[in-house]
């Protein structure tokens, strides 16, 4: 068995699930929660996007319990748009990780822990982006 894989208990059986599939329902629920702007994946993931790995999960760490439960903690980082109240998506991004990956994975969600990295402004970053990907489509033309 992988470092990374665990035996699962269930009442549908016996399975194997890894942390990367359980990170990215986590990360998915994340996402879609408002006022959320994306999951800070760090430096280390980062470079490992950058010269080509992919990883699962991004902004997302997944550990389980010692022993033989199907207790999971969740560690969400997050970038939160400016305007919103951090401890309301917090709480939030709290109940929908929850729900979701206890929903999809019939895993006993032990705790979510949110930390909040950075406040982005919406506006900027985005007009920001379209910008630079306008002046590289220009110099490809």
């Known amino acids: 068995m992988m470092e990374s894989d665990r035996r699962q208990y269930s009442i549908k059986g016996e399975r194997m ?15 879609h929660t408002n006022g959320v702007f994306g999951l800070n994946t760090g430096l280390v993931s980062g470079l490992k996007e950058a010269i080509g790995f992919e ?25 939160v748009l ?15 990780v929850k729900s979701d990956v206890e929903r999809y994975t ?5 705790a979510v822990n949110v930390h909040v990295i950075r406040v982005v402004d919406g506006e900027s970053k985005l007009s920001t982006n379209s910008e630079s990907q306008e002046t590289v489509r220009e110099e490809y033309l």
Do not use: K
Request: aromatic letters at 10%; glycine letters at 10%.
């Open 106 to 110: 019939g895993l006993n969600v032990d």
């Open 82 to 96: 400016f305007g919103h109240v951090m401890p309301e998506v917090a709480w939030s991004v709290q109940e929908r």
């Open 17 to 31: 699930m890894s942390q990367g599939f359980i990170a990215q329902y986590a990360a998915e629920a994340a996402l």
């Open 55 to 79: 990883v699962e999960g991004s902004g997302v760490r997944v550990s389980f319990r010692s022993g033989e439960s199907d207790d999971v903690i969740i560690t969400v980082y997050l970038d």
